[in-house]
């Protein structure tokens, strides 16, 4: 199948519009939307930018030559810089792009390693220690776990514990394979210490793990550990990785708890503040079903302050009410024009008739002089003035009339009849 795939060229998205079907806005192929491995295009396909840093950037493919990396960290990512706290945030195409091809496995990702290379699933089993540092998972799970100092500052673990289809910096870790994918989720030993794994990180970030279905709480040291975790902001990009993590290894349903109870905590209990702009940027986008995504943006929506520097919800209606203004003035404007035509075009039919009745009031003119003011009170003209329309009763108005319609009839008929028109 990967084969027959090979040759699909996927356009790659350039806005953030193209990246987020979240409110159903963009044009990302419906197959590829259902939950993990539901991809038709092909799931573990080569990306475009294999390499990224180690947990830093929670396997986001890096970009040539990386100067977005520490732009993020300090912005979108981390959200800890005090000088963007005042600007109203915008939405980074980088982090979007990102987590588009995360949520569709990876377009144009090809496995690139034999399918019984399987660091991975040999070191969950416990055959292989994790490098460089050459320690095996059930020492991580049994001694390393309570040690905060060493889970915060060794950064080659993360990507052995929580393995991505995308290459980090750390290259002694392998990325993942489909086939790995598979024989990973069939491997009940692999599957019980990669749950151990994530409540020890958990735990670490001040959570506990409540039940089988993934939902989570306060552990009991949660005011110290979320203290660590409002300041030391690298530890976003690990949860960013664990998300996706959870997801490829059959754990998609556990994304949904966890970042309700991030953005909860961020935003109404304000105990981890610095956290929400990785939440709304990165973790809620980790989840592929759309609708759990707009269940969670709706929550931080109705939470968020400012709210008008809240940009993750639907399509603003200024934009749609602004392109029905101008439908709605293009009708007006050819209704006007449409009278004017219709005005103008009246005009001229008033003219061209009256211009026919002249013609024919001078030829009875030319014949009987004597019937003209019977002929005009009958049939007034309608280019007539109202003085000139009325009935004309009195025998001054009648002798007047004479005495004007003899002298057009000797003067210049034809020009003084077209002046009294106008």
């Not at 750390?170 to 489909?178: D, Q, R, S, W």
């Not at 902001?233 to 309700?260: A, C, D, M, W």
Request: charged share 30%.
């Amino acid at each position: 199948m990967g084969n027959l795939l090979g040759g699909v060229s996927f356009r790659e998205p350039t806005t953030v519009e193209d990246c987020d079907s979240t409110w159903q806005t963009d044009s990302e192929p419906e197959p590829e939307e259902p939950g993990p491995g539901g991809s038709s295009e092909g799931p573990g396909q080569e990306p475009e930018q294999p390499a990224q840093p180690p947990e830093r950037a929670g396997g986001r493919p890096r970009s040539s030559p990386a100067p977005d990396e520490d732009a993020e960290a300090a912005g979108a990512e981390q959200g800890g810089d005090s000088t963007e706290a005042t600007a109203k945030p915008k939405r980074s195409f980088y982090a979007a792009r990102d987590l588009y091809k995360y949520r569709h496995q990876y377009p144009n990702f090809k496995d690139i390693r034999y399918q019984n290379d399987l660091s991975n699933l040999r070191f969950y089993k416990n055959k292989i220690p994790f490098k460089p540092d050459g320690v095996y998972i059930e020492e991580v799970l049994n001694k390393w776990k309570g040690d905060y100092e060493k889970l915060e500052h060794n950064h080659t673990y993360i990507q052995w514990l929580f393995p991505l289809r995308e290459q980090g910096l750390n290259f002694y870790a392998k990325e993942l394979t489909t086939y790995e994918i598979e024989e990973f989720k069939k491997t009940k030993e692999a599957i019980r210490r990669f749950l151990l794994a994530y409540k020890m990180m958990l735990e670490f970030f001040g959570i506990k793990l409540t039940d089988k279905t993934g939902n989570v709480a306060r552990a009991v040291n949660w005011q110290e550990r979320f203290q660590h975790l409002n300041e030391s902001q690298h530890n976003y990009l690990r949860i960013t990785r664990i998300l996706k993590s959870l997801g490829e290894l059959g754990y998609e349903s556990f994304k949904s708890p966890l970042v309700k109870f991030i953005l909860h905590e961020a935003l109404v209990e304000n105990t981890i503040p610095n956290i929400k702009q990785s939440a709304l940027e990165y973790f809620v986008y980790t989840i592929r079903d759309r609708r759990e995504r707009r269940k969670l943006l709706r929550f931080a929506q109705k939470h968020y302050t400012p709210s008008e520097n809240f940009i993750w919800g639907p399509p603003r209606k200024e934009q749609s009410e602004g392109s029905k203004a101008q439908k709605m003035s293009s009708p007006l404007a050819s209704s006007h024009n449409s009278q004017t035509s219709m005005h103008k075009k009246a005009k001229d039919s008033k003219n061209s008739s009256s211009a026919v009745h002249l013609n024919s009031k001078t030829a009875e003119e030319k014949k009987v002089a004597p019937k003209e003011p019977v002929e005009e009170t009958d049939r007034p003209s309608p280019e007539l003035s109202n003085e000139a329309a009325k009935p004309r009763n009195t025998e001054k108005d009648s002798n007047a009339e004479n005495v004007n319609s003899q002298s057009e009839k000797t003067e210049r008929p034809r020009h003084n009849l077209s002046e009294f028109m106008e």
